[in-house]
């Protein structure tokens, strides 16, 4: 079956847990009714004794702050000693979406700063400052640099109907450099934290069924070549189907997970068994105290890995409004749901078996597409380029305001609402975002209303 022959799907309405057997057709799909503050951190209804009791202790670890060595309890001591964040729910704040660096919130944890430099031809971590900024420090120690962020207003774009919308970029500015500027030309990507609800069904997703939506050379001629990130399992030794993040640069949740607290929060686990510092970075901070070796022993990573595969995605709503019903026909007339896939289909999961064979909705096609230089970063991840990006998905989108206070999208959150994200749209998805100018203001609402009520 090809993109463009897949139809959005049936959508839940409430918590349920379809405790009917599942099969690969079902269109049945574990999701919260919940649509306040807390729409995005309800588990999944199904789970068994052992997996509620395992996601709780993940909650806790998840959840609370981290405190540098030594400390009681010890179980969640070795922050540092660089880092961004002291939790992970300081960038996740109620498992949803961070919001970037405005006036009122000048130091929001929730955007880190990639950083690499080109040696030989490649991309490579830089020598002292590694691949990620860490602009906080335990007492006495000096962060690597500070972080800034400026928006810059770009041109406006004018619709037939004469409205104006106006759109803003980041342009970073990082100053105060603990070991000196660096004199190589840096390639700097913003990056936002990203929601975490249904995160355990996207990994349950076979490879095959990722690599079958993959278009790598436009064999169709749609315009539209999504192909899959292939990088280094960490825990396989053996090169993987990327899906987590921005760039689909993580293979699998541990690793993810394992990678942010080290890069995060400067805690080692048996992925990363070292700190996230460079060799030069070394001697200065050797005397820092440790939490322990691991700092993240198996068994809590475990749980956290957990907490995340179990986080149930909210349900849509208002599925049966006309103005919404107009939306998704647009939606699908615009061909945003050749990236967007509506519906995807979990395999076998014996870690989580509930979410095996399960029908569901998160449309994204977990595949990388180039987004156009508007959007691109410049700065590859994987076999990613820097004007790629991995379709981000949808769900929840319209429960932002709600459980975050903000509606900003994109890697970079830049764009203020789904409108500015649209209009951000490039590369692959020029068509699209040509389509979406063109259309009515009442149609542009519709299709607006639609994804509010995902």
């Not at 031809?121 to 640099?145: C, F, M, N, S, T």
Request: hydrophobic share 35%; charged share 20%; with cysteine.
């Amino acid at each position: 079956m090809t993109r463009a022959a897949l139809l959005l799907g049936a959508f839940a309405c409430c918590v349920h847990a379809d405790e009917a057997p599942a099969s690969a057709t079902s269109s049945a799909v574990l999701t919260s009714s919940d649509n306040g503050r807390n729409a995005f951190s309800h588990s999944f209804t199904n789970l068994s004794t052992q997996t509620r009791r395992s996601l709780a202790v993940g909650n806790s670890l998840f959840s609370e702050n981290w405190v540098a060595a030594p400390a009681s309890p010890s179980s969640r001591d070795g922050l540092g000693p660089l880092f961004n964040a002291r939790s992970c729910s300081g960038c996740h704040l109620f498992d949803g979406r961070g919001a970037p660096p405005d006036e009122q919130h000048p130091d929001s944890p929730a955007l880190l700063v990639r950083i690499a430099v080109m040696q030989g031809g490649k991309v490579v971590p830089h020598e002292i400052y590694g691949d990620q900024i860490q602009p906080r420090a335990l007492p006495g120690l000096d962060p690597e640099a500070t972080v800034e962020v400026r928006w810059d207003e770009q041109s406006a774009i004018t619709y037939p109907d004469g409205r104006q919308v106006r759109l803003r970029k980041p342009v970073l500015n990082l100053r105060q450099w603990r070991d000196g500027q660096p004199t190589e030309t840096l390639l700097l990507s913003p990056r936002i934290a990203n929601a975490v609800h249904g995160l355990g069904l996207l990994e349950a997703v076979p490879d095959a069924g990722i690599r079958a939506a993959a278009d790598p050379d436009d064999a169709d001629g749609d315009g539209i070549s999504g192909r899959v990130n292939t990088v280094w399992d960490k825990t396989q030794l053996r090169p993987a189907l990327g899906r987590f993040g921005w760039k689909a640069n993580e293979p699998s949740l541990r690793q993810q997970t394992a990678d942010a607290f080290n890069g995060d929060m400067g805690i080692t686990s048996p992925v990363n068994p070292q700190q996230n510092n460079r060799e030069a970075q070394q001697k200065r901070l050797s005397s820092a105290p440790s939490g322990g070796e691991p700092e993240l022993p198996e068994n809590l990573l475990n749980h956290v890995v957990t907490y995340l595969r179990t986080l149930a995605p909210p349900a849509p709503r208002n599925t049966t409004n006309a103005v919404v019903l107009q939306g998704r026909e647009l939606f699908t007339r615009l061909e945003c749901a050749k990236c967007h896939l509506p519906a995807l289909t979990t395999g076998d999961f014996p870690d989580i078996p509930e979410l095996a064979h399960r029908t569901f909705h998160p449309f994204t096609d977990l595949l990388l597409h180039d987004m156009g230089d508007g959007l691109a970063d410049g700065r590859p991840d994987g076999e990613a380029t820097g004007n790629e990006w991995r379709t981000p998905p949808l769900w929840g989108m319209g429960l932002q305001m709600a459980v975050n206070g903000h509606t900003t999208l994109l890697h970079d959150g830049r764009a203020r609402d789904a409108e500015e994200a649209i209009l951000w749209h490039g590369g692959e998805a020029s068509q699209s975002q040509q389509a979406f100018l063109a259309l009515s203001p009442d149609e542009r609402a519709a299709l607006l209303a639609f994804l509010n009520s995902l």
